[in-house]
């Protein structure tokens, strides 16, 4: 089950608990809602969970190296730390 949803404080620790992986960060900003969109992803069968695996390893990493890039242009960039 794939979900696209829009990222705000403690979004993504909700959708860890409750068994899901964050897979995709766009690198733009939601026109409407002024934040970053998020697609999470709940594996259903094993191999799924394998494949999902490999995807948030993949995300994780690509965040890892390009995160200051996706979030310099933010004005309020001290509220950063509450929405991850």
């Known amino acids: 089950m794939l979900r ?24 733009r ?10 697609a999470v992803v709940k594996p259903l069968s094993r191999r799924a969970e394998e494949i999902a695996i490999n995807a948030y390893r993949s995300f994780t990493y690509y ?12 004005e309020d960039q001290g509220n950063l730390g509450t929405q991850v």
Do not use: D, T
């Open 4 to 27: 696209h949803i829009e990222m705000g404080q403690g979004i993504i620790r909700f959708w860890i608990k409750n068994g899901c992986m964050p897979i995709y960060l766009s690198p």
């Open 29 to 38: 900003y939601n026109k409407v809602a002024g934040e970053k969109n998020l």
């Open 63 to 74: 965040l890892s190296k390009i995160a200051h890039i996706l979030y310099s242009n933010r």
